[in-house]
């Protein structure tokens, strides 16, 4: 681990990267394409927190939901595992479970867990919008990376801002308070996901098939065992392909990949900060998806973490 303190301009954007000088001096194309792929995995991820809490409405089970999110990218990307085999026997021990947990079994089941106590709200806010200070107070434990004044500044107003959205939505209730916990736990997990991504030095295949391929064997250990409930095979289809479409493709295998990617191009700091905007977008697909209210401290904390996102790309 290092100690060596770093720049202004490298705190706040892509240690240990190539990115790690100024903003400007990102490669265009590179800065194109870690930007798209950070769109389209923020897109993503609203419809994961919308999808989470969508789990207690329906037949499943979330040991079965799981089984979807990590057992279709095995599937897809299997193939692709003979090539990456070399590569992921690189990766060091502690690194390869910043990402096996980070992303994995633990974070799904702290997620549903905390998703079936709160809102698609709270499960935005308190994971993608608390992933920045996670990433930043991670970077600080394990490589005693400095936070610079206008990076802590702006993670001050995203921080305001996930306060807002969670007390909109009645943070004042037990459950919603145990389930907010939850939350937090899980947006450490993924803030230690973030971390391993880069310090791994996988390219996003090699990345998705280290965070699915533990995942997977470990529950199906755990439904083997009858440790957990699993209700897949009474369920009707159209019960299924949702999380299909949402868990397995969408966030196991498209976000998972443009991720990864952007983070190779922009690093962890930046990619957390943009991915705070995923609260902004699950609270708004959650009033019509979902029947929940958009009241006024939930669009100023919006606001705010808008704001506060944008404050956290420019340092």
């Known amino acids: 681990m ?6 202004r ?28 792929a950070i769109a389209v995995a923020v897109t993503i991820w609203a419809g994961f927190a919308l999808s989470i809490r969508g789990i207690g409405a329906s037949v499943l089970a979330p040991a079965d939901v799981a089984l979807i999110r990590f057992g279709v990218p095995v599937l897809v990307l299997a193939p692709l595992l003979p090539s990456r085999i070399a590569a992921l026997r690189r990766v060091r021990p502690f690194d390869a479970i910043l990402i096996a947990a980070g992303a994995g079994l633990p974070f799904f089941f702290l997620a ?21 200070l996670s990433v930043a107070l991670l970077l600080r434990v394990v490589e005693r990376r400095r ?19 969670v007390a909109g939505q009645g943070a004042l209730d037990e459950a919603v308070l145990t389930g907010a916990g ?3 736990c899980a947006s450490l997990l993924w803030g230690a996901y973030t971390l391993g991504l880069r310090r791994a030095g ?29 209700r897949i095979a009474q369920a009707p289809l159209f019960e299924i392909l949702p999380f299909v479409a949402v868990q397995g493709f969408g966030v196991g295998v498209l976000a998972s990949l443009a991720y990864a990617a952007a983070i190779s191009c922009l690093g962890p700091a930046r990619c957390a900060a943009i991915g705070s905007l995923a609260p902004a977008l699950a609270a708004l697909g959650a009033v019509p ?20 996102v944008f404050r956290a790309t420019r340092h």
């Open 2 to 7: 290092s100690s060596t303190p770093i720049t």
């Open 9 to 36: 301009t490298a705190a706040g954007t892509l240690p240990g990267t190539p990115s790690d000088s100024a903003p400007s001096s990102l490669p265009g194309a590179a800065a194109v394409l870690g930007y798209a």
């Open 112 to 132: 549903s867990m905390g998703g079936a106590l709160t809102s698609a709200a709270h499960v935005g806010a308190l994971i993608a919008g608390t992933t920045p």
């Open 147 to 165: 936070i610079t004044p206008g990076l802590g500044r702006a993670l001050a107003l995203i921080s305001g801002g996930v306060l807002l959205l």
């Open 182 to 184: 939850l939350l937090l």
């Open 202 to 230: 996988l390219d996003p295949v090699g990345c998705t098939l280290l965070l699915g391929l533990p995942s997977l064997a470990l529950l199906l250990v755990l439904i083997g065992a009858g440790a957990v409930e699993t």
């Open 289 to 308: 998806l979902l029947g929940e209210a958009l009241t006024p401290i939930v669009v100023a904390g919006i606001a705010l973490v808008t704001f506060g």
